[in-house]
């Protein structure tokens, strides 16, 4: 049960620790949150944290119903819990339309931004850790550990996360352009699946590619950013 911690900004692993299966996962999370913030560059701190909770049903309950806000597929009120503000965002989905209990997100914040800037940050999430989990799992072959040995399925996972954050590196230093949206399976396709031909001739093999593609590799080679 491997815990991630992303860094928004430059779509990073900062921090990675690998649980055993049967640990709550809501355990320790304050501790993993401040491991991270060990491991940022000197002088930097962690500003906003996204993460998922369970609904806090007492405060919500005591929500007045003029205090909902409706939209076309939901509405949203605030509650107070402890130090916090909770952001309730009250819908139903397709499948529960025929049911008369509601269902409910909560996000916790102590953000001073509005209600709808604080709830469009928190769904953003979606791109920075969702996706960057879903690269990690298919793009870098972690979605199965390789053994039954704790230990040795621990550091198959960190050289995984260390594969990804060199990647990422690679993205921001070397290709330029619009490089830096694509996935690690785009990046494999466009730049090493290539079609060339393999030309003898004095004794010497010589691969054949095209010329817009020997520039990008050259340029590769010489960046001062990746040396």
């Given at each position: 049960?491997?815990?991630?911690?992303?860094?928004?900004?430059?779509?990073?692993v900062?921090?990675?620790?690998?649980?055993?299966?049967?640990?709550?996962?809501a355990?320790?999370?304050?501790?993993f949150?401040?491991?991270?913030?060990t491991?940022?560059?000197?002088?930097?701190?962690?500003?906003?944290v996204?993460?998922?909770?369970?609904?806090?049903l007492?405060?919500?309950?005591?929500?007045?119903?003029?205090?909902?806000?409706?939209?076309?597929d939901?509405?949203?009120?605030?509650?107070?819990h402890?130090?916090?503000?909770?952001?309730v965002v009250?819908c139903?989905?397709?499948a529960?339309l025929?049911d008369?209990?509601?269902?409910?997100?909560v996000?916790?914040?102590?953000?001073?931004?509005?209600?709808?800037?604080?709830?469009i940050?928190y769904r953003?999430r979606?791109?920075?850790?969702?996706?960057?989990?879903?690269?990690?799992?298919?793009?870098?072959g972690?979605?199965?550990?390789?053994?039954?040995?704790?230990?040795?399925?621990?550091?198959?996972?960190?050289?995984?996360?260390?594969?990804?954050?060199?990647?990422v590196?690679?993205?921001?230093?070397a290709?330029?352009?619009n490089?830096?949206?694509?996935?690690?399976?785009?990046?494999?396709?466009?730049?090493?699946?290539?079609?060339?031909?393999?030309?003898?001739h004095?004794?010497?093999?010589?691969l054949k590619?095209?010329?817009?593609?020997?520039?990008?590799?050259?340029?590769?080679?010489?960046?001062?950013?990746?040396?």
């Amino acid at each position: 049960m491997p815990m991630i911690g992303h860094l928004a900004e430059a779509g990073v692993v900062v921090h990675d620790e690998f649980r055993e299966g049967n640990i709550a996962l809501a355990s320790k999370n304050l501790e993993f949150i401040k491991d991270c913030e060990t491991y940022l560059p000197k002088g930097h701190r962690i500003a906003h944290v996204r993460m998922d909770d369970e609904p806090t049903l007492k405060a919500i309950e005591v929500i007045p119903e003029s205090d909902w806000k409706h939209y076309a597929d939901c509405a949203i009120a605030e509650a107070t819990h402890k130090a916090f503000c909770l952001i309730v965002v009250k819908c139903k989905y397709q499948a529960e339309l025929f049911d008369d209990q509601p269902k409910y997100h909560v996000i916790a914040s102590n953000r001073v931004e509005s209600t709808a800037d604080t709830l469009i940050w928190y769904r953003s999430r979606g791109e920075v850790s969702e996706n960057g989990i879903k690269e990690l799992k298919i793009g870098f072959g972690m979605e199965r550990m390789p053994c039954g040995q704790f230990e040795a399925n621990a550091a198959f996972f960190r050289i995984g996360v260390i594969a990804h954050n060199l990647f990422v590196l690679f993205k921001h230093s070397a290709p330029g352009g619009n490089w830096q949206r694509h996935r690690v399976a785009t990046v494999r396709w466009r730049l090493f699946h290539l079609p060339g031909k393999l030309v003898q001739h004095a004794r010497t093999l010589t691969l054949k590619i095209a010329a817009e593609f020997a520039k990008l590799f050259r340029d590769i080679r010489i960046n001062p950013n990746i040396s």
